[in-house]
């Protein structure tokens, strides 16, 4: 899982593709962002929630096994 803090810039709907379409500010670049998740295989489709959850999402991998990778 790869986790990341920024801020919400905007939203779309769109009519074709993937929608809605969320825009993002991320720590340590939007553009540089995508391309970590593309580089770990990560996909294209993320989650997102609101607050800062890092260390929780930490907590519960250590908990349930899997790796967390903290883009920044």
Known sequence: MMV???????????PN????AVYYDVE???REFRQALANGGYG???AIIYGNHVKELQELG???GFDVEYFH
């Open 28 to 30: 340590g670049g939007a």
């Open 62 to 64: 250590k908990i349930v």
């Open 4 to 14: 990341a803090v920024g801020h919400t810039i905007g939203c779309e709907f769109r």
């Open 44 to 46: 294209h489709h993320q």
């Open 17 to 20: 593709y993937c929608s809605p």
